[in-house]
């Protein structure tokens, strides 16, 4: 059952961390005005996404060492 666990929380930290940097990418390459609904959406788009993957950073330091090393492996894949 622990190993279910530690296997979805490096899943949901790999799911977000590119879900991150998708997002960071929409915001960078932006073409309006950062006063419309457009980017605002964006934007609160962007701070639950960062939100999640802060939850999930912090889950992951909470990992035993064997299940640390494969979420390097998984990380190094993004």
Do not use: C
């Not at 949901?12 to 609904?37: C, D, M, P």
């Amino acid at each position: 059952m622990k190993d279910q666990l530690y296997i979805q929380i490096i899943i949901n930290y790999v799911e977000s961390a590119k879900a991150l940097r998708e997002n960071t990418a929409a915001v960078t390459s932006f073409n309006g005005s950062i006063q419309t609904s457009d980017f605002e959406s964006l934007w609160q788009e962007r701070e639950l996404i960062f939100h999640r993957w802060h939850n999930a950073a912090e889950s992951l330091r909470k990992l035993p060492p064997e299940y640390m090393a494969q979420a390097v492996v998984e990380i190094e894949k993004i």
